[in-house]
């Protein structure tokens, strides 16, 4: 039904009146405000009941094994303690270890020293190196028996 | 048909607060629009729409999604409004000047005291004179005139949202726009000339 011309008077007029106490922009304002008040959006992290979790295990991972490997990961201090000597080794060797081969776990496992490559071509001394990247190396040597003369 | 704001509807009546946030933020200058149309006062329309929202969310668990989201909401915002209006002090009109019973009564008397030019004048007179008209109706009738002439609701959905005969809705309208119509006849401007003013603004 189309509707009579003072009909459309009548609405444009009250339209009119009407929009003088409607500002769009007051009432975007308005708005935000009262949404943040009462109904505010969620943080990112809690989303979803598993993104906390995985983030929380993300962030740990990397700061272990990428940022600061040397605060969680000491070798050196490791708590197993060292075997009581055998009888045989209390006397002294024959022949003294090269120079370079340190004398003890402690000293060899420095933080700071990276040893990339040890040898030795007196007597009897094995040591094997194992590096992966740049984890710590664990460095094992062993003496199986007193050099003879 | 499905009402597009199901999801955020079901998510709100879980609780979830950002969801209605989200239907806050689609609705909030409807209901503001329509709370407006039946208080006229700025102050008291925002803080009926707000209450509205605070109110829909507080009862959307009860909402069993019989009609849409946004007829429930007109609803609500409709009967929040009505009831700011009477809890309100009478009553002070759109443009400040109060509204006695003398007033309503007395005939409509024009005083051209304008320097401008005629028509601008004509017209600031229409406005004066059609909120006076608007104030004097009750607030039901300014509800279904602000859903008929502004949110453009059909007949039947002004039924379904108000909950209302059809009979009852086209009498109220019919009746505002009576009561708006006298003012125009009274101004001297019938409806050839309001042909003629729309023409001449196009």
């Known amino acids: ?149 | 048909m499905k009402d597009p704001d199901f999801e955020l509807v079901e998510r709100a009546r879980q609780g979830d607060k950002q969801a209605f946030g989200k239907l806050v933020n689609q609705y909030y200058e409807m209901v503001y629009a329509v709370c407006y149309g039946v208080l006229h006062l700025r102050e008291a329309a925002r803080d009926t729409t707000q209450d509205v929202f605070l109110k829909a969310f507080q009862e959307i668990a009860r909402f069993k999604g019989d009609s849409k989201f946004k007829t429930w909401l007109y609803r609500v915002a409709m009967n929040a409004a009505i009831d700011a209006f009477r809890r309100r002090k009478p009553s002070v009109s759109l443009d400040g000047t109060d509204v006695s019973d003398d007033e309503d009564q007395a005939p409509v008397i024009i005083e051209d005291v304008s320097p401008g030019p005629r028509e601008e004048a004509a017209k600031l007179e229409i406005k004066g004179l059609m909120k006076k008209a608007l104030e004097e109706l009750s607030p039901e009738h300014k509800a279904v005139l602000v859903l008929r002439e502004w949110e453009g609701l059909s007949y039947d959905e002004i039924a379904e949202t108000l909950q209302l005969e059809l009979g009852t809705v086209m009498s109220r309208i019919f009746y505002a726009r009576k009561k708006m119509g006298d003012v125009l006849r009274g101004m001297g401007i019938n409806s050839q000339e309001a042909v003629r003013d729309r023409e001449r603004k196009k």
């Open chain 1, 1 to 149: 039904m189309k509707p009579e011309p003072e009909d459309k008077r009548i609405q444009q007029l009250y339209r009119e009146i009407l929009s003088e106490g409607i500002n769009p922009a007051e009432l975007r304002a308005e708005k935000k405000a009262f949404i943040s008040l009462y109904f505010p959006k969620k943080p990112f992290f809690v989303f979803g009941p598993m993104w906390t979790p995985a983030v929380a295990f993300a962030v740990a991972a990397f700061a272990v094994f990428v940022v600061r490997p040397e605060l969680f990961i000491s070798p050196g201090a490791s708590t197993v303690e060292e075997a009581p000597a055998p009888a045989a080794m209390t006397a002294a060797p024959a022949a003294a270890p090269a120079a370079s081969v340190p004398q003890t776990a402690g000293q060899q496992m420095s933080k700071n020293i990276i040893i990339s490559h040890v040898s030795s071509e007196m007597g009897p001394t094995v040591v094997y190196q194992k590096r992966v990247e740049n984890v710590p190396v664990a460095v094992v040597w062993v003496f199986p028996k007193p050099a003879t003369a």
